[in-house]
């Protein structure tokens, strides 16, 4: 993005259970965009509280979603991973940006209607506004590049939006001060893969989920080579055998999301699944993916155990982690209250 850095920014809430969603449609690519970018990973427990949390639950879900980030190849040393809530520039950017949003922005926020449900009045401002805070964890960094899923899509618009309202209202300022006509960039969504959408493994019509009660319904990233098998093999499926274009896969959800899962885990296609499985029987088909997803993922489960079982060595990665943002944060925070007209420190 002309005139400004490439970094990326991206984030997971501490709310337990990380998934083969997850790790799908989120953090195979945090892994990938190492290669390639500086990356700055943090584990938001700032939007966890919106809604009730147990603390010690919370903290312990904290330190397994950064278990999670390493186990699955991240690399604190390299990149940045720490959690939100140490590295207070997040917040105190957010209220600037509660005060450039719009009502009407947030009011088309799908999200905040599937949570608050029908008790809306009872949801916490938190809920509602935390959108807001999300563009503030990616424009506090001055991110270019956000891995989203489709789910995330419409707020990394709304981050867009805000940073191009805060550019057109400060403009002189943000000129007078060095920065020529934009202080914060335009963040691009990174969405890519053949699965970033996972589904359940009970209803390929709903998306895989760690609220659903039945544990059989998603592949926990804890989940030891047997639990993983035993899911697999009793995942949803139907009758007809696999076809083998990925036309014939329209109507069957089932069928579709264990391609699509088969292929991700494989870093290959639907097609070029189909084309080794299609015309077989799913007992088979389903024989492989066992295989492939016990490889994949058991030796997640195993590292992300061991580390959870040294809290300490978790949060120190974590300080160090929130040391690092925080030099980055407290450098845009600087400018944004220049720019702004605070008088600071």
Known sequence: MAGFKERVFSGVQPTGN?????????ITKFVALQDTHDCIYCVVDLHAITVQQDPDALRNSIREVTAA???????????????QSQVPEHAELAWIFNCVARLGWLNRMTQFKEKAGKDRENASVGLYAYPALMAADILVYRATHVPVGEDQKQHLELARDIAQKFNNDFGPSIAKHGFGDAFFPQPEPLIQGPATRVMSLRDGTKKMSKSDPSDYSRINLSDDADAIAQKVRKAKTDPEPLPSEEAGLENRPEADNLVGIYAALADTTREAVLKEFGGGQFSTFKAALVDLSVAKLGPIGGEMKRLVADPASIDAILVDGAERAGVIARETM????DIVGFVRR
């Not at 600087?334 to 209250?337: D, G």
């Open 18 to 26: 990380l998934h083969l969603g997850n790790y799908l449609g989120a």
């Open 69 to 83: 980030f390493i186990a699955c190849g991240i690399d604190p040393k390299k990149h940045i991973v720490f959690n």
């Open 334 to 337: 600087n400018a944004v209250k």
